[in-house]
């Protein structure tokens, strides 16, 4: 029972080049999230989905994209990464309203 | 912006102490949930609050809610050098996971 799973779990970038971070679930959980963490800071929400083929804008959209093409599977895009980007990243699914948080990728963008 | 503020950012107590995080929060929540982070990795779900109850247990821990104060405190009893960790309170305004977290507070508990 792999429960959240993100790949990959490190990454360097350069300032312009794009990535994708991709996270899987297998509890069938229909909401999924991702939020980054900065240092000194709690999490905040970049972009979230409430289903297979839905995506909405969270906290800080800004710089990033998603895809919810199947349920399990919830992607992040970078199209050209920039240094405030520097982060670590969470992905996590719901099913009633408490998160199931993958272990975190953390990106560094030079 | 972040919804809670949680205080104290940091503490230091020994095995057996109790530890108490509290957190404050802004506007109306459905539900306010408390997480651990072991240093590097991602957040466990320790409980859940909703805003018609004041109080909640799960073994070690207790957390309190008081909607008028918009606050909330979550008490470790007995605590154990595995303890030893980040505890984020995060609110819920509309019941969909779209958490707020607070910056957290770093536990250390010394052996």
């Known amino acids: 029972n792999a429960g959240v799973t993100q790949t990959p779990k490190f990454r360097v970038l350069k300032t312009g080049q794009s990535m994708t971070l991709l996270c899987a679930q297998d509890m069938n959980h229909e909401y999924m999230y991702w939020y980054r963490q900065d240092p000194g800071m709690g999490l905040r929400l970049i972009h979230y989905?409430?289903?297979?083929?839905?995506?909405a804008k969270g906290e800080v959209p800004d710089g990033y994209n998603v895809s919810r093409l199947k349920k399990q599977n919830f992607l992040l895009g970078l199209e050209s990464a920039a240094p405030s980007q520097t982060s670590v990243y969470f992905c996590?699914?719901?099913?009633?309203?408490?998160?199931?948080f993958g272990e975190g990728s953390r990106l560094t963008v030079l | 912006s972040q919804q809670g503020e949680e205080d104290p950012q940091a503490l230091s107590i020994q095995e057996g102490e109790n530890a108490t995080m509290n957190c404050s929060y802004k506007?109306?929540?459905?539900?306010l949930q408390w997480y651990r982070q072991n240093s590097g990795r991602g957040l466990v779900h320790l409980i859940l609050i909703r805003s018609n109850e004041r109080e909640k247990h799960s073994g070690r821990l207790r957390v309190t809610l008081d909607t008028s104060k918009k606050s909330s405190s979550l008490l470790i009893t007995a605590s154990r050098a595995a303890d030893t960790a980040s505890y984020f309170c995060a609110t819920d305004r509309s019941n969909t996971g779209k958490l707020i977290f607070g910056q957290g507070t770093t536990l250390q508990v010394k052996p």
């Open positions: 996590a699914s719901s099913y009633t309203g408490e998160l199931f």
């Open positions: 506007t109306s929540i459905n539900n």
């Open positions: 989905s409430v289903g297979e083929g839905t995506t």
